[in-house]
């Protein structure tokens, strides 16, 4: 019975730990994406400014109200505009951003194919 | 003939690059939020700076009436320079103005006051910086107008005379 008790123990001890490592990783994935807006050119987790360090908390706070990756986003982008993440999305806004890398790819694919034919 | 093409051609994309290049180092690329105007005052919860009370942004900011957030902080130099203008400007009866005293100490922040004067009707001690970031802020000065629970106009920096007169001309 002791044996199953600790055994219980150590389960949630780990438990708790992997919650926490959860919390943690999510918070380093959203601080990379965010850029500091006074050393820019730097992310959030990289900057140790002032503004830096209170986006980190506020990061770390909205994480624990329960607020999901896309809604901490949401949250900054209203305040700060698209410019605030790295990782834009596709929008009206983006979506030349988004598809040129495709359609330069597309096209520089269909001359190298033609003049490859025509050596043929 | 072909040379002729390739002469036009390769001056053509030579002008074209020039131009692009000009044009984005004329451009500055430090970002500013847009300044947003006609927005809806956020809401918080916040603990005031003299009390310690948690007080929430309806209690803080009541309808029909100017308010002027101002985010300041003693470690702050354009602060001071503005200081004097928020004095004044509170001999304005029409407007309250609201301190956000941002990532300070509070000693050092009540020194500021005391020797300075204190133009502020409530102050909201933001110790970690949160509510500045709920304001949309990066950094200290900064003022937003308020009416109604919208913010009419944000002044990013110190305020001078011009910008005051501008703020007396709208609370008029």
């Excluded at chain 1, 979506?95 to 330069?104: A, D, H, S, T, V």
């Excluded at chain 2, 700076?49 to 130099?77: A, G, H, R, T």
């Excluded at chain 2, 050092?108 to 004067?117: S, V």
């Excluded at chain 2, 502020?120 to 110790?127: M, R, T, V």
Aim: charged share 25%; aromatic share 14%; with cysteine.
């Amino acid at each position: 019975m002791k044996i199953l008790k600790l055994f219980f123990i150590i389960f949630f001890i780990f438990s708790f730990n992997h919650l926490g490592a959860n919390t943690d990783d999510m918070k380093i994935k959203i601080t990379k994406n965010l850029r500091c807006l006074i050393c820019q050119g730097q992310s959030v987790y990289d900057s140790d400014s002032e503004f830096a360090n209170s986006m980190k908390v506020l990061v770390d706070k909205k994480l624990n109200e329960g607020f999901s990756e896309k809604q901490i986003y949401d949250f900054f982008k209203e305040k700060y505009g698209e410019w605030i993440l790295y990782d834009p999305e596709l929008n009206k806004n983006t979506y030349i951003l988004w598809l040129l890398p495709i359609l330069i790819f597309l096209i520089g694919g269909a001359i190298v194919v033609k003049n490859f034919k025509i050596r043929k | 003939m072909n040379n002729k093409i390739l002469k036009i051609t390769t001056t053509a994309i030579f002008i074209i690059i020039f131009v692009v290049f000009y044009k984005a180092l004329q451009d500055t690329n430090i970002y500013t939020p847009k300044k947003k105007s006609n927005n809806e005052i956020p809401l918080f919860s916040a603990n005031l700076f003299y009390s310690n009370k948690q007080i929430n942004s309806s209690e803080l900011f009541k309808l029909d009436k100017f308010y002027l957030l101002n985010i300041w902080s003693s470690w702050c130099v354009p602060c001071r320079t503005e200081h004097p203008l928020l004095m004044d400007l509170t001999k304005n009866k029409k407007i309250e103005i609201i301190g956000l005293n941002y990532k300070d100490k509070k000693n050092n922040a009540e020194n500021f006051l005391n020797e300075l004067g204190n133009p502020y009707q409530e102050i909201i001690f933001d110790k970690e910086g949160i509510n500045a970031i709920e304001w949309g802020a990066f950094g200290v000065p900064e003022s937003f107008l308020i009416n109604n629970g919208i913010v009419i106009k944000k002044y990013i920096g110190p305020l001078n005379k011009e910008l005051v007169e501008e703020i007396r001309l709208l609370i008029k």
